[in-house]
């Protein structure tokens, strides 16, 4: 949602945030909180929604999810991620080390090219008609800043977004239109309603009504290490971990989540149910393909997807296409 809701040890070298800049000055009520929600343990909450389960629709929803006519981001060499390591990830470097081996390989997979069913209507050649702008199944992992604690261990929506203003600003990280920027906060960092609302965020600048950063409207999603204080709301397997760290294991999911619903619905103009509100991650949270399993130790789901030796449980996602469904992959 918008507001939603490994075994080598690698050193992550990421740049080093100076903070003599800051973002503009601002005190913001953020427009919308969307929020990965907490874990439906019951086991319809792991099973398929059928296209013959949604409920009537008009043509512009006639997959499940509404187009509202905004922009997705569909440039032609895909969509650039960055991460910026908020807190003390010292202890966690095999986190790291998941995290971005997920990030790398995403791109290109047959699990991302489902939001490859997702597009904008642009004007033609002719500008007599419309076409399908289509988002591109690449993703590319453009590098690291590290903050250490700029805006403490108690984080505000707004004290997010400043981390990640600052980052820019500074120069550690650069200014992207076609950027997703993911502060990955470590296990001893609390972000406002993280435990009581939802799991994980994204947003924009345009959407939060707070200023574009280097005059652009920078999309950015929050992604916590879950593990230490929520793993049983937050983490499917919260007892085990599938790819040696849980703490990777929660946040590759949420992250999952959040890049695929920034690429559909980057502004929440695009491709969004507005109520109940919906995005395309939201409404297949925490469901997984196969047979329902609990996540506790007697009996964990099993990892879903593997990268470069590396297993991850992963979500599966909206497929806009067919009547609309929820899968792990989309071939067509």
């Excluded at 969307?34 to 019951?42: D, K």
């Excluded at 406002?192 to 799991?199: K, L």
């Excluded at 997807?305 to 449980?313: A, H, N, R, S």
């Excluded at 909206?318 to 009547?323: D, Q, S």
Aim: some cysteine; charged content about 15%.
């Amino acid at each position: 949602m918008l507001r939603s809701c490994v075994y080598v040890l690698l050193l992550v070298v990421g740049s080093s945030v100076c903070w003599s800049q800051s973002a503009p000055a601002l005190t913001p009520t953020f427009v919308a909180r969307h929020g990965s929600s907490f874990i439906n343990r019951r086991p319809a909450a792991a099973v398929y929604l059928a296209p013959s389960a949604l409920p009537a629709t008009t043509p512009s929803q006639n997959n499940g999810l509404a187009y509202n006519g905004g922009p997705i981001m569909d440039d032609a060499n895909g969509v650039n991620v960055y991460f910026i390591w908020y807190g003390d990830w010292s202890h966690d470097q095999l986190a790291q080390k998941v995290l971005i081996n997920f990030i790398t390989h995403i791109g290109g997979s047959p699990y991302f090219n489902i939001n490859t069913t997702y597009y904008s209507l642009e004007s033609g050649p002719s500008s007599t008609k419309l076409i399908k702008d289509r988002v591109v199944n690449a993703v590319h992992y453009m590098g690291s800043a590290t903050d250490k604690y700029s805006q403490g261990a108690n984080l505000s929506d707004y004290q997010v977004y400043l981390a990640v203003a600052n980052a820019i600003t500074s120069g550690a990280l650069p200014a992207d239109q076609n950027g997703v920027y993911f502060l990955l906060t470590s296990g001893d960092v609390y972000e406002a309603e993280f435990g009581n609302n939802f799991c994980a965020w994204h947003d924009s600048t345009q959407d939060a009504g707070v200023p574009p950063v280097d005059g652009v409207d920078v999309k950015f999603s929050w992604v916590p290490n879950a593990a230490i204080q929520f793993a049983y709301n937050c983490i499917w397997d919260y007892q085990t971990t599938v790819s040696g760290s849980l703490s990777a294991d929660g946040m590759a999911n949420f992250m999952a989540h959040e890049l695929e619903e920034s690429v559909t619905d980057p502004d929440i103009t695009s491709w969004v149910n507005l109520a109940p509100f919906n995005e395309n991650g939201d409404l297949c949270d925490f469901v997984f393909p196969g047979p329902y399993h609990s996540g506790s130790a007697s009996d964990p789901q099993p990892p879903d997807m593997k990268f470069d030796g590396i297993p991850y449980l992963i979500q599966e996602n909206w497929v806009n296409a067919k009547g609309g469904y929820c899968a792990i992959r989309w071939d067509d």
